[in-house]
Nanobody, 124 residues
Framework: QVQLVESGGGLVQAGGSLRLSCAASGRTFGPMGWFRQAPGKAREFVGVISWSAGIVYYANAVKGRFTISRDIAKNTGYLEMNSLKPEDTAVYYC???????????????????WGQGTQVTVSS
């Protein structure tokens, strides 16, 4: 069973940057997505990258500030977050699809593998 391990969360001031990593213990074939969940709110879609072609799709709330990339050789995905705002505070999760499907996969149930989550806190 492939596992996803996240790293890179932390505390940052508004306007700052963080980069999250999501390392897969084995090869995954489908897209890798990122979600976040703020306290008292539902988990929401952040963005996704198709693993082979590197095509990306972002939620409107992060478009222009966040960048998703991947390193196929390292089986690792990245979420680069810039111009962070206090409302970006949440637990961030990476997720992977075992196989491809409809595009873009923005629903939680599109994904079969999930990371453990990492806390991102943006202070004002």
């Amino acid at each position: 069973q492939v596992q996803l391990v996240e790293s890179g969360g932390g505390l940052v001031q508004a306007g700052g940057s963080l980069r999250l990593s999501c390392a897969a213990s084995g090869r995954t074939f489908g897209p890798m997505g990122w979600f976040r969940q703020a306290p008292g709110k539902a988990r929401e879609f952040v963005g996704v990258i198709s693993w082979s072609a590197g095509i990306v799709y972002y939620a409107n709330a992060v478009k222009g500030r966040f960048t998703i990339s991947r390193d196929i050789a390292k089986n690792t995905g990245y979420l680069e977050m810039n111009s962070l705002k206090p409302e970006d505070t949440a637990v961030y999760y990476c997720a992977a699809m075992i196989a491809g499907g409809s595009w873009p996969p923005i629903r939680e149930y599109d994904y079969q593998l999930w990371g453990q989550g990492t806390q991102v806190t943006v202070s004002s």
